[in-house]
């Protein structure tokens, strides 16, 4: 099955800096890659996604990049705010697999994003 | 228009029993996946259901299970409760396989 590796696990950075956090997968299948947010005690929030038949997709300050030839994703967020401050979750899945349905999320263990005032 | 709801959203329990925890997905959603998520394994699939349908199954035992009825609500079963089991129980709906999942507020399972 897929493996999702996720880095940093912390990673703390001054308001206004950029932050990136990387993921790799395992399963060349895997076709989907979403990024979430969780604020403590909240919900996952999908914040971005990108399917790979593109390399890269921005929304405002948030960005995520995938080299399906080396297998992995990022996600970058520039002029970070408080808000930023959160843990975030890469996944991956395959949409459609060979049975002609979608896998499940295979999800990265997270990076707790610590925005510095 | 609203998003995922579960209830309960906090259930104690003690070994042995079982328990059902209950999502509604968006109005004209008709995917429903569950996630475990504990801090030691953090967010794990469980498995996804479409028009009834169980399509998708991750790797837990047979003690989980689930369903899924017409109007696309779904409900989750979990047998033999263990302590292990303790977590946040996580379902997502979507509007079709393969669309972007939106979580609900999650089910905290308190096995003691």
């Known amino acids: 099955g897929e493996n999702v590796e996720q880095h940093p696990s912390t990673l703390s950075v001054q308001e206004g800096d950029s932050a990136v956090i990387k993921c790799t997968y395992s399963d060349s299948a895997s076709n989907y890659f979403p990024w979430y947010k969780q604020e403590l005690g909240k919900r996952p929030q999908l914040i971005i996604d990108?399917?790979?038949?593109?390399g890269e997709k921005k929304d405002q300050r948030i960005a995520v990049t995938l080299n399906k030839t080396a297998k992995h994703f990022s996600l970058h967020i520039t002029e970070t705010q408080p808000e930023d401050s959160a843990v975030y979750f890469c996944a991956a899945s395959s949409h459609w697999n060979s049975g002609g349905g979608a896998d499940g999320l295979t999800f990265g263990k997270g990076t707790h994003l610590i925005i510095q005032p | 228009k609203a998003g995922v709801t579960q209830t309960p959203r906090y259930l104690i329990k003690t070994r042995g029993q079982q328990v059902t925890l209950s999502c509604s997905p968006i109005?004209?959603?008709?995917?429903v996946s569950w996630y475990q998520q504990t801090p030691g394994q953090g967010l794990q699939f469980l498995f996804e259901y479409f028009s009834e349908t169980q399509r998708n199954k991750g790797n837990f035992p047979g003690r989980f299970s689930g369903r899924q009825f017409s109007n696309s609500r779904s409900e989750m079963n979990v047998s033999t409760l263990e302590l292990g089991d303790s977590a946040l129980y996580l379902c997502a709906s979507s509007l079709y396989m393969g669309n972007e999942q939106f979580f609900g507020p999650g089910t905290r399972l308190t096995v003691l």
């Open positions: 990108i399917r790979s038949n593109v």
């Open positions: 109005s004209g959603h008709r995917s």
